[in-house]
């Protein structure tokens, strides 16, 4: 059954795909030790081998090849050198500093479970299960050859997904309460144990920053608990009103389906597949700093700006017939990713510094493009003239 769940996770997602391999891993290693038998390791220790085989056969992802050449432009691989060896290893960098303990108190529970399976105070077999899920991680993170699993089976750009996906917290209350039960009556052991959990929870809820990153209360718990500000130059409220402009402009010219629209990636993000028209630009999560944006989606525009020729050129190569600038208001920092360092927090705002945003009447009016609307704080063009189709 976790076959068949694997393949379709797998499809769906590969985050998912590395849960479910994991379940199937340690399950299947914990009916290992639960009923043992030679004929059943050997098929195990076999059927580990060719999986390892396996993935060590696998291409890496495209987008990782770069990656393991530039490392240190990669959040969370890493590389070191060992008798002349480069090894790489996964060690994510994620926006909350407190994963770290939970990670080390679910390596040290399950120390002590599988440390107990030497006793006649065993732990039952799911509770073994779950006690080998933070082990296997540690493994499949920094074990050359092992940590293959992680980089060919998950896109890079959601590998920091893993903390989560890996599951590995969920044996601390599971571990604890299998051993709270071999020992009941126990006051020492139960007091270590409401003690250990008690640190843990101090770690993780106290507001503290930790080498520069807030903990899991400041960057997630004060959201879920008080309602959020209202954000409207962020939230798409200030973008919305231009929705039923451009969609009688889409209904007054035909010719307008499937041809391009030029604004900032905000504007398009909002606007998007809403009307007829296809954003030349909209918000790319591999691009959250504003430092990309320019080049990566206006490839060419600051240049192309120099002259009419030149403009009108790159308008009719992007199939561009309508552009909508906006009025900029102050500032906004979003107070979400100042907490999270999971964004850009100026980003909204930063995009008036595009090059679009100096185009003007008069360069618009010389390509063939005059100013139809202007409301909501934004200007809208439109091509007078036809382009190249």
Excluded at 14 to 38: E, Y
Excluded at 81 to 88: E, V
Excluded at 186 to 198: M, Q, S
Aim: charged letters at 15%; aromatic letters at 12%; one cysteine or more.
């Amino acid at each position: 059954m976790l076959l068949v769940s694997g393949y379709f996770a797998y499809h769906a997602h590969g985050v998912t795909a590395f849960l479910t391999v994991n379940l199937l891993v340690v399950a299947c290693a914990a009916s290992l030790v639960l009923w043992p038998s030679r004929q059943r390791r050997v098929v195990g220790v076999a059927g580990a081998g060719l999986l390892l085989l396996a993935l060590n056969r696998m291409p890496w992802h495209p987008r990782l090849a770069s990656f393991y050449d530039w490392p240190e432009t990669m959040r969370f691989v890493h590389d070191y050198r060992f008798l002349g060896h480069r090894f790489f290893y996964f060690w994510p960098s994620l926006p909350v500093a407190t994963w770290e303990p939970v990670f080390l108190a679910a390596l040290m529970f399950s120390g002590v479970c599988l440390g107990l399976w030497r006793s006649w105070r065993q732990p039952p077999g799911a509770v073994l299960a779950l006690a080998l899920l933070a082990p296997l991680v540690l493994l499949e993170w920094w074990f050359p050859f092992i940590n293959d699993l992680v980089f060919k089976l998950i896109e890079p750009d959601s590998a920091y997904r893993l903390v989560w996906a890996s599951l590995f917290w969920i044996s601390i209350p599971a571990i604890a309460g299998a051993l709270d039960q071999r020992w009941r009556g126990g006051r020492l052991v139960r007091g270590g144990l409401l003690f250990t959990i008690a640190s843990l929870v101090a770690v993780l809820v106290f507001p503290l920053q930790l080498r520069g990153r807030p903990n899991v209360l400041v960057s997630k718990v004060p959201h879920l608990l008080t309602p959020l500000e209202e954000v409207r130059p962020a939230d798409g409220a200030t973008i919305e009103p231009i929705l039923g402009p451009l969609r009688e402009l889409c209904d007054r010219h035909p010719s307008l389906q499937g041809r391009t629209l030029l604004s900032d990636p905000y504007v398009g993000a909002v606007v998007g597949t809403r009307q007829c028209l296809a954003p030349v630009a909209a918000r790319d999560i591999t691009k959250l700093a504003a430092s990309t944006v320019e080049s990566g989606q206006y490839p060419g525009l600051r240049r192309a700006m120099g002259s009419p020729a030149a403009l009108g050129a790159w308008l009719d190569r992007n199939r561009v017939d309508l552009v909508v600038l906006r009025e900029y208001d102050a500032p906004y920092v979003s107070r979400i990713a100042q907490a999270s360092n999971h964004w850009q927090p100026d980003l909204v705002s930063s995009y008036a510094h595009l090059s679009l945003n100096s185009l003007t009447t008069a360069q618009l009016q010389r390509v063939g493009f005059r100013l139809v609307r202007r409301e909501h704080g934004m200007r809208i063009y439109l091509r007078t003239r036809s382009a190249p189709r």
